[in-house]
């Protein structure tokens, strides 16, 4: 086979996959509506909280756990604090319902909205890093929580994203002290008779932690994020990446272009606005030496939209945050982005909701 052929099957390959080409061009991006930013109500808490858990259940938003910074936040060494607090709000007009509680204070899982409820999965708390996996469900002003089969290990900082029935979770660090990010990938298949987790192959690249995910017409993405390193005194240090990848069920992984710059840690999963997988600000690195830290600047406010079809990678706006470890959810026909960390160690309590502008 001559190398034209060669390259005709491989496109042919990506389009039945849903994944673009590896090889599309880098032109502009026009197929991402802009986005019309407004506040929701804030969260009830004077602080907010990074890696919540959040979701949709019963028609209602719901955001639950995550850690703050107790104290002096900008003295050493800082206290920080999980939470098990659950907040609901039943409508974008309402207040948040509070008194609810998690089974115990947990943040920095992975959150996935299905028709069922809110699957809540691994975490940490202020000692090590959780397995356990759970769905909360809003029913008639009752909040339940029922418990699903655990990860194979323990896991924390993840990505993830819903595909039909099933979850997928990539990435991650298996403990608090680990110098060395997750390179896994599971799924829960929930409509089957004995829903358990199965190991997949990992995608073709570094493993990481803090990545975007996101799904887009049944296959799953995998943007950026960190890995780690041992640094001179046993730390962790972290490389923040900018590779991007495609899976499709059945048929495996795709390498796509890279991201114009590093977005770890931004709102997850990623949502699709027009043809596009949208990621919103997220930390590119640019500040991580910034001293002192009371004066820090934020993280990136541009808009990175990924055209699936075309493979290409453009700025398309800014948002008026600066956010990273915070849920992203499709609520309403919103993009909602709950609390979150504005800069190290400062959180949020606001709530930013967007749709689409109408042409």
């Given at each position: ?11 042919i390959?990506?389009l ?10 880098t032109g502009?991006?026009?197929f ?6 407004e ?7 004077r602080e907010?909280?990074?890696?919540a858990f959040?979701?949709v259940s019963?028609g209602?938003?719901i955001?639950?756990?995550g ?16 939470y098990?607090?659950v ?5 974008p007009?309402?207040h ?9 204070p947990?943040g920095y899982?992975v959150?996935?909205?299905t028709?069922?409820?809110v ?5 940490s708390?202020?000692n090590?890093?959780?397995a356990?996996v759970?769905?909360?469900t809003?029913?008639?002003g ?6 699903l089969?655990?990860?194979p290990?323990?896991c924390a ?8 029935h099933?979850?997928?979770l990539?990435g991650g660090v298996?403990?608090?002290a680990a110098?060395?990010?997750?390179r896994?990938f599971?799924k829960?298949d929930l409509a089957?008779?004995?829903?358990r ?23 799953f ?12 005194a ?5 490389e ?8 499709t ?10 991201l114009p710059?590093?977005?770890v840690g931004?709102p997850?999963p990623?949502?699709a ?9 997220g930390?590119?690195g640019t500040?991580?030496d910034?001293k002192?830290?009371i004066?820090h ?9 990924f ?8 700025q398309?706006g800014?948002?008026p945050?600066?956010?990273v ?7 309403r026909?919103r993009?909602?982005?709950p ?8 959180r ?11 042409n």
């Amino acid at each position: 086979m001559d190398g034209r052929s060669l390259n005709a099957v491989v496109c042919i390959g990506c389009l039945l996959l849903h994944c673009p080409s590896p090889t599309a061009g880098t032109g502009p991006d026009r197929f991402v509506p802009s986005l019309r930013w407004e506040k929701l109500p804030p969260l009830p808490d004077r602080e907010g909280f990074a890696g919540a858990f959040a979701g949709v259940s019963g028609g209602a938003l719901i955001v639950a756990g995550g850690a703050n910074i107790t104290g002096d936040k900008w003295a050493d060494p800082l206290q920080k604090k999980w939470y098990d607090t659950v907040y609901v709000l039943e409508s974008p007009e309402a207040h948040w319902r509070t008194g609810f509680k998690l089974p115990y204070p947990l943040g920095y899982g992975v959150s996935v909205t299905t028709s069922d409820g809110v699957i809540c999965c691994g975490g940490s708390d202020s000692n090590r890093h959780h397995a356990e996996v759970f769905q909360l469900t809003w029913h008639r002003g009752q909040l339940r929580i029922v418990a699903l089969p655990p990860l194979p290990r323990p896991c924390a900082l993840g990505s993830g994203a819903r595909i039909g029935h099933a979850v997928y979770l990539a990435g991650g660090v298996e403990s608090p002290a680990a110098t060395v990010a997750l390179r896994t990938f599971w799924k829960l298949d929930l409509a089957a008779p004995n829903p358990r987790w199965t190991i997949l192959d990992p995608w073709p690249g570094p493993e990481r932690m803090l990545a975007v995910g996101g799904e887009y017409q049944r296959s799953f993405y995998l943007f950026s994020g960190a890995r780690l390193r041992a640094g001179e005194a046993g730390q962790p240090v972290r490389e923040r990446l900018r590779d991007a990848y495609c899976y499709t069920p059945g048929q495996g992984w795709t390498r796509l272009n890279d991201l114009p710059r590093p977005a770890v840690g931004a709102p997850s999963p990623a949502p699709a606005v027009g043809q596009s997988l949208v990621v919103l600000s997220g930390d590119d690195g640019t500040s991580v030496d910034f001293k002192p830290l009371i004066q820090h600047p934020g993280f990136a406010r541009d808009i990175l939209a990924f055209d699936v079809r075309q493979n290409t990678w453009a700025q398309a706006g800014q948002v008026p945050f600066s956010r990273v470890t915070a849920p992203l959810i499709e609520w309403r026909g919103r993009i909602v982005v709950p609390s979150g960390e504005v800069r190290p160690r400062d959180r949020s309590p606001d709530v930013w909701s967007a749709v689409p502008k109408r042409n």
